[in-house]
């Protein structure tokens, strides 16, 4: 069985190790917000929240091959 990190086993976790965790390998938070008024659809706002680091973001671009050559 795949062994699994979970915030409970690491009882000296802090939130900015958390945050650094996160940043490190990336998040992706997707959602919708849909505002009616009896049952009629006003505003439907589609969101999307990519978080990854600078560093990661760079390393994911060149390993599928978009990254430029800098000079």
């Known amino acids: 069985m795949p062994e699994r990190n979970t915030l409970a ?3 000296g976790t ?3 190790d958390l ?3 996160v940043v ?3 998040a992706f938070v997707s ?3 849909i505002i009616q008024l009896a049952g009629i ?3 439907r706002l ?3 929240l990519l978080l990854v680091g600078i560093e990661t973001a ?3 671009d060149h390993s599928v091959g978009g990254g430029r050559d800098e000079a």
């Open 24 to 26: 490190d390998r990336g």
């Open 14 to 16: 802090s939130l900015a």
């Open 19 to 21: 945050l650094d965790r």
């Open 41 to 43: 659809d006003l505003i």
């Open 9 to 11: 086993s690491n009882q």
């Open 31 to 33: 959602g919708d917000v």
């Open 58 to 60: 760079h390393e994911l």
């Open 46 to 48: 589609d969101l999307r």
